[in-house]
């Protein structure tokens, strides 16, 4: 799978749509809809079913929206949609995404919130094959390294590794891959891979690559996925959003308790998930999430820090990946969970 936040932020046409009907043939799934829900909302998943949204499948399955007092849909995004193009239309009321692509698309002019975090780990890393001679970031000096592109998290990590290790762009080769990470590494194409813990680093593993996983550095100020909303909603409707990031906690903290019962809870959402090879891959990746999902926590909260947002402006400006600068602080609410 191609995690799910590895994908363009906005398109030129993407910001142009905002205002139009999203992709035809995109699946929504209606779930947990009781009479006496008080509100309704769309979560966007911004990828194809896959066992990294199985908080989300819990919460509907299990009732836990409707706890709440909300009907919530859930609503994969197509494979050409903008991750935020649905959400600016009006036709999701929340999205998921990294809390770093909304400090990008916030310079671009939209007026977007993270409301709550969904990884408290950053998940990007830099791989290598088990007897490359990198052992540090400071040894990719020289070497070529793959990302699927100059945007996402994964070229957003690589600018911090190569700040970290006090390179620069022109101390490497940067070549830009696509989704081919396993083929290209395995090859020797390039001689190390930028690519997500919980993916990459499982997929080589199940195809019996050996690689090593080099982190990005000590102090990372980039924030992964997060739960995301409009300031409209924020502002209009409070508790609605406060509802939503209740039971999407709820069903993070039931899935890290039981990762099995969520692999048999998934499998009416993901297509082919019932076959044993398919859950036990599953599995696996769900087990890599879990320290994602939980952080330093025993029990993952999903709180934000707001001091953490202010670092990832600046570090992200810093790397030109910021067309101006952005005020970090609107950017976040740490009241809805606190």
């Keep these: 799978m191609t995690t799910f936040t590895r994908r363009s932020l906005l398109s030129a046409s ?3 749509v905002l205002g139009s009907a999203a992709c035809n043939g995109t699946a929504v799934q209606k779930a947990d809809q009781s009479a006496s829900a008080q509100a309704s909302a769309t979560i966007g998943l911004t990828y194809i079913p896959n066992i990294q949204f199985a908080p989300f499948y819990w919460a509907a399955d299990k009732g836990l929206f409707g ?56 998940p990007v890393v830099l791989i290598v094959p088990e007897a490359s001679p990198i052992k540090a970031l400071k040894d990719l000096e020289g070497h070529s390294i793959g990302v699927p592109g100059e945007y996402g998290e994964s070229w957003f990590g690589l600018q911090l590794a190569l700040r970290n290790a006090k390179l620069s762009r022109k101390d490497v080769s940067v070549k830009s891959i696509g989704y081919t990470q396993q083929a290209a590494l395995a090859t020797g194409k390039v001689d190390a891979i930028v690519g997500f813990r919980n993916n990459d680093v499982v997929q080589f593993a199940q195809a019996g690559v050996k690689v090593r996983q080099i982190p990005l550095g000590d102090e990372i100020p980039l924030v992964s ?56 891959r ?19 909260r999903l709180e934000l820090d707001a001091d953490r947002f202010v670092a ?17 602080a609107k950017a976040v609410d740490t009241s809805v969970l606190s």
């Design 225 to 280: 996925s997060s739960i995301v909303t409009t300031r409209k909603l924020v502002q209009d409707q409070p508790d609605l959003v406060r509802s939503v990031c209740r039971a999407i906690v709820q069903g993070v903290q039931a899935v890290v308790a039981d990762p099995s019962a969520a692999v048999a809870t998934s499998s009416a959402h993901i297509p082919g998930l019932t076959a044993a090879e398919a859950q036990t």
């Design 67 to 122: 706890q709440q007092g909300v009907a919530v849909s859930l609503r994969h995004h197509g494979a050409s949609e903008g991750l935020f193009t649905a959400l600016g239309a009006g036709q999701e009321e929340f999205v998921i995404a990294g809390a770093d692509e909304v400090l990008q698309a916030n310079a671009e002019g939209l007026d977007l919130v993270t409301v709550a975090g969904y990884y408290q780990t950053y």
């Design 282 to 300: 599953a599995r696996a990746t769900l087990e890599a999430t879990i320290p994602l999902w939980k952080g330093p926590e025993v029990v993952p």
């Design 14 to 16: 993407a910001l142009a």
């Design 312 to 328: 990832m402006e600046a570090f992200m400006r810093s790397a030109g990946l910021l067309t101006k600068k952005v005020d970090a």
